[in-house]
C-alpha cells in the first residue's frame, strides 16, 4: 500500500470514528432515565432537558465552528469540538444534577461543532469522493447512535456503576476518536 493511500485509509478510519460520537451523549440518555431520575431526584423535563440540550447547542453554536475557523484551520476546531465531546461526557459522571447538566452542554457544543465542520472537511479532503465519505460518516454517526442507546443499560449493570457513570463511559470512544483525529489530522 503506498504512503498515500495508507493516509487516506487512516483519514477515512478518523472520519469514522468522529462520528460514531455525534450522537452518543444524546442516544446513551434515554435508556437510564428512570435511573437517572431516582438517583438525582429529576422529573419527566428535566430528564427530557438532558436530550434537549445537545440539539439546541447545535443550533446556537453551529455558527460559531464556522467562525472559528476564519482564525483557525478547521482540523484545529474540529480537534477541540472532539475534546469538548470527550470531556461533557466525562463531566457528567461527576457531582449532581448541575455537572450532568453542564457536561451534557459541552458535549452539545462539541457536537454542534465538529458537526458542521465534517462536510467541509470532506469537500476538501476527498473532492471526488463526497459521496461515498460522507456515506461512510453518516453511516457511522448512526451507528453510534445504535451503540449508544442499545448499550448504555447493558453497561451501566456489567460495570455496576450509576447511571451518571454510565454517561460518562462515552467518553471513551471520544477520547480514542481525539486521538486518533489528532495523529491523522497533523500530517494533512
Known amino acids: 500500500m503506498s504512503d498515500q493511500r495508507a493516509r487516506d485509509l487512516g483519514w477515512l478510519v478518523a472520519i469514522a470514528l468522529v462520528a460514531l460520537n455525534l450522537r452518543a451523549a444524546i442516544t446513551s440518555v434515554p435508556p437510564m432515565a428512570v435511573d437517572l431520575g431516582a438517583d438525582l431526584g429529576l422529573g419527566a423535563v428535566a430528564i427530557g432537558a438532558l436530550t434537549t440540550i445537545p440539539v439546541a447547542c447545535m443550533g446556537l453554536f453551529a455558527p460559531v465552528a464556522a467562525w472559528f475557523t476564519r482564525w483557525l484551520r478547521p482540523s484545529t476546531v474540529l480537534t477541540a469540538g472532539i475534546g469538548l465531546i470527550a470531556a461533557g461526557a466525562s463531566v457528567r459522571a461527576v457531582g449532581g444534577a448541575a455537572q450532568l ?13 465538529v458537526g458542521t465542520l465534517l ?9 471526488d469522493r463526497v459521496g461515498p465519505v460522507t456515506g461512510i460518516y453518516t453511516a457511522a454517526l448512526i451507528t453510534g447512535a445504535f451503540i449508544a442507546s442499545s448499550l448504555a443499560e447493558p453497561v451501566r449493570i ?7 457513570a454510565a454517561l460518562a463511559v462515552w467518553a471513551v470512544p ?3 476518536a481525539l486521538v486518533v483525529w489528532s495523529m491523522v489530522s497533523r500530517t494533512d
Open 101 to 113: 447538566y453542564v457536561g451534557t452542554a459541552l458535549a452539545g457544543i462539541g457536537i454542534a461543532v
Open 119 to 127: 462536510p467541509g472537511l470532506v469537500r476538501n479532503r476527498a473532492p
Open 158 to 164: 456489567w460495570l455496576d456503576i450509576s447511571a451518571q
Open 174 to 176: 471520544a477520547v480514542v
